[in-house]
């Protein structure tokens, strides 16, 4: 089992950066691929951004190419997501993912998912 503890959101106004942090438990950090999800009320859970096991292999939303950073560091077990130019339509709650090895935009394929937290941008 893959526990995922979610830190960092917040109010922020638009234009502000913030990052958010998953720090991940249970299986050798290297054998999962994480990602951020996130959801807006009355949307669907959309893939935000990703990793690969490797750290090799990174995706991004056209919403957010440009504007957010994902990386991940094996040593400290965590993945970050630097958000840089935010807007009101990135507020939302953020969901990091997990799922074993290969890399994967479908939310489908996540199998393990943190608790979220809650992105609130005002304009």
């Known amino acids: 089992q893959v526990q995922l503890v979610e830190s960092g959101g917040g109010l922020v106004q638009a234009g502000d950066s913030l990052v958010l942090s998953c720090a991940a438990s249970g299986r050798p950090f290297t054998t999962l691929s994480l990602a951020w999800f996130r959801q807006a009320p009355g949307k669907e859970r959309e893939f935000v951004a990703g990793?690969?096991?490797?750290?090799?292999?990174?995706n991004y939303a056209d919403s957010v190419k440009g504007r957010f950073t994902m990386s991940r560091d094996n040593a400290k077990n965590t993945v970050y997501l630097q958000m840089t130019s935010l807007k009101p339509d990135d507020a939302a709650v953020y969901y990091c993912?997990?799922?074993?090895?290969?890399?994967?935009?479908?939310?489908?394929?996540?199998?393990?998912w943190g608790q979220g937290t809650q992105i609130t941008v005002s304009s």
């Open positions: 990793v690969d096991n490797r750290g090799v292999v990174t």
């Open positions: 993912a997990a799922k074993l090895y290969g890399f994967g935009t479908a939310l489908t394929s996540y199998k393990y």
